[in-house]
C-alpha cells in the first residue's frame, strides 16, 4: 500500500470527501458528551456520529458551536430511530434533532435500523424529500445487511451504510455492494466493543510499530476502500491514541494475519429488532 494512502485522512465517495476516523458517542452522556466531542475537536477530530436514541444530540450540538471549528469543517451524522420510520413522525423529530444539535443540516442522515412495519418506500421517500431541502446533505442506512442494502438502493441516493466491523466480524457482502456503487461503509465498534484491546495477535502486530493493539485495528479498517471508522472513547489521551493511526503501514501479511481473526464471527449488537445477518 502506498505511503500516501496510509496518510490520507479522508476517503472520497460519490465524489465527496469524508474524514476517515470520526468520533462515536454511543454511551456518552450529558456533560461527557459535551467534554468528550469538545475533546476530540480540539485533537483535530472533523467526523462525530451521534443518534437520536443516544440522546446526546443537545450536548453534542452545543461542543459543537463552542468549538469554534467552523461548522463546514465537521462531517456530522445523525440517525434516525428505527421507530419513528413513519414519514411524518420521522420529519417531525428531525426537525427537533436539528434543533437540538444547532445546526442548518446535517452530512449524513441515516436509518438506524431497518423498520419492518413501515414500508422502506415511505422511510426513503421522507428522508429523501429532507436531503432535497438541504436539511442532510446525505442520507443513507446502518445495520443493512447486502439484501437489504440493495433494496434501499432501488428506492433513494444511499451514501453509506454504517455496519459493526472490526477484526472479529467479516463484512464482505456489504463491503461489496459498498463498492460497487460507491457507497460509504462506516465500521461502527471498530474495537468490537472494546474487544480487541487485549487480542493477542492484534498486540503483536502492534509492537512491531510501535501502536497498540485498538491502533492495528483502526488502521486495518481504514486501509480498505471506502471505509471510515468511528470510535468511541471516554479519555482524551484514548481519544488522542485512537486518532494516531496514520503514521503507520500495515504489511500485507500483517494484513492477512487481522483479516484471519474474522473466523470468530463475533457480533457485539444483535438486539431483538436486528434484520437477517449476512
Ligand atoms: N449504528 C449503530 O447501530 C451503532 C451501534 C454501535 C455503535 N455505533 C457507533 O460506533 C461507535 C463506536 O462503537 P462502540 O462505542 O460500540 O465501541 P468501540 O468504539 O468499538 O469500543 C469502545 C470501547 O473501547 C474502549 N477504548 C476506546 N479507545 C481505547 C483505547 N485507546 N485503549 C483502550 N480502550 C479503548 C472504550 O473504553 P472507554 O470508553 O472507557 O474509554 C470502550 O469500552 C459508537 O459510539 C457509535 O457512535 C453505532
Redesign the pocket.
Known amino acids: 500500500m502506498p505511503r500516501e494512502a496510509t496518510q490520507a485522512r479522508t476517503v472520497t465517495v460519490q465524489g465527496v470527501e469524508v474524514p476517515k476516523l470520526g468520533y ?5 452522556e450529558g456533560e461527557d458528551a459535551y467534554d468528550g466531542v469538545l475533546d476530540a475537536l480540539e485533537l483535530g477530530y472533523r467526523h462525530v ?3 437520536r436514541a443516544y440522546g446526546n444530540e443537545r450536548w453534542v450540538g452545543r461542543a459543537l458551536a463552542d468549538s469554534g471549528v467552523p461548522r463546514e469543517d465537521v462531517w456530522l451524522t445523525t ?1 434516525v430511530w428505527y421507530e419513528h420510520a413513519e414519514p411524518e413522525l420521522l420529519t417531525r423529530v428531525f426537525h427537533q434533532q436539528l434543533a437540538d444539535l444547532h445546526v442548518e443540516h446535517v452530512d449524513l442522515l ?1 436509518l ?2 431497518p423498520a419492518f412495519e413501515v414500508p422502506l418506500r415511505k422511510t426513503l421517500g421522507a428522508m429523501e424529500a429532507l436531503r432535497q431541502q438541504g436539511l442532510a446533505a446525505q442520507i443513507g442506512v ?2 443493512f445487511p447486502s439484501e437489504l442494502l440493495r433494496e434501499a438502493l432501488e428506492l433513494a441516493p444511499i451514501f453509506c451504510d ?1 455496519v ?1 466491523f ?1 477484526p472479529y466480524l467479516p463484512q464482505g457482502p456489504v463491503l461489496h455492494e459498498c463498492l460497487e456503487h460507491d457507497l460509504l461503509l462506516t465500521a ?7 474487544l480487541v ?1 487485549d487480542d493477542p495477535t492484534l498486540r503483536e502486530i502492534g509492537a512491531r510499530h510501535g501502536k ?1 493493539a ?1 491502533q492495528v485495528a483502526l488502521r486495518w479498517l481504514l486501509d480498505q476502500p471506502n471505509v471510515a471508522a ?6 482524551h489521551a ?1 481519544r488522542a ?2 486518532l494516531d493511526v496514520f503514521d503507520f503501514e500495515l504489511d500485507d501479511d500483517e494484513r492477512a494475519a487481522v483479516a484471519a481473526l474474522s473466523g470468530r464471527r463475533l457480533r ?2 444483535d438486539p431483538d429488532w436486528a434484520p437477517d445477518w449476512d
Open positions: 462515536g458517542t454511543w454511551l456518552v456520529d451521534t443518534a440517525k441515516l438506524h435500523w446502518s445495520n454504517q459493526e472490526h461502527y465498534s471498530p474495537f468490537a466493543h472494546g484491546h497498540s485498538g468511528i470510535p468511541k472513547a471516554s479519555s484514548r491514541e485512537n457485539t449488537a
